[in-house]
């Protein structure tokens, strides 16, 4: 049973700076691994979309990467801005499941 | 880009009545759709699959009679909450799967639903 998991569970940090968001999962067989943005009280954003067979992928500010082999993701944000504040979610669709499995989030709050 | 619905945005209703959830893939057919629930700070929780014409699969610990899943179309799927109780006060999310097997999940903007 794939089980997926974001470290940390919170973080803050002050604007400007680059940070770092982790997510693992345990089965490496995976199709794609996906990373959302939710707002409070909203629906999921997606932000970058990684296949099994890509190592990363960038859109603006944001880089995704993925480590089959030792089951993770790191989500790096630079020059970080207030309006960067949201939950951050990972999601796995693992081989021959439709579902996607997601982390528990990463909840980031950047202060002016 | 594909551009998924919810109706209605919030709903407020007493215990014991039936509520209806619709979401809609506005620009693209989807052949499955999923329907999440996400409690306050937590994760999207799974609750059920559903393919166009056939019937949902529910996760485990999801009742199917409490909460009916219908996807006629390539276009809509529904979710009714059956005999609300306060406890089944949650956001609910639905996704839309498209046609290629490539293809991400959209999301809709969630529905909140609070049962006094």
């Known amino acids: 049973k794939q089980e997926v998991t974001q470290i940390p569970a919170a973080l803050s940090v002050p604007e400007g700076e680059n940070l770092v968001l982790n997510c693992s999962f345990t089965d490496s067989a995976i199709y794609n691994l996906q990373w959302f943005r939710q707002d409070p009280g909203k629906g999921l954003t997606s932000l970058l979309l990684i296949q099994s067979s890509q190592r990363e992928q960038t859109s603006g500010r944001l880089n995704a990467s993925l480590d089959k082999s030792s089951g993770r993701s790191t989500l790096y944000i630079a020059a970080s801005q207030p309006g960067d504040s949201a939950t951050y979610l990972c999601a796995v669709k693992t081989q021959g499941a439709q579902k996607l499995v997601f982390g528990q989030g990463t909840r980031l709050t950047i202060n002016p | 880009g594909a551009v998924v619905s919810q109706h209605p945005s919030w709903v407020i209703c007493k215990s014991g009545t039936s509520v209806k959830i619709e979401c809609r893939s506005l620009?693209?057919?989807?052949?499955?759709m999923f329907w999440y629930r996400q409690f306050p700070k937590q994760s999207l929780m799974l609750m059920a699959t559903s393919n166009e014409g056939s019937k949902a699969t529910y996760e485990q610990g999801v009742e199917k009679d409490k909460f009916l899943i219908n996807h006629a179309s390539l276009t809509l799927s529904t979710l009714t909450v059956t005999s609300a109780h306060p406890e089944d006060s949650s956001f609910y999310i639905c996704s839309a799967h498209g046609l290629a097997v490539q293809e991400t999940q959209y999301f809709g903007p969630g529905t909140r639903l609070l049962v006094l």
């Open positions: 620009d693209f057919q989807a052949t499955t």
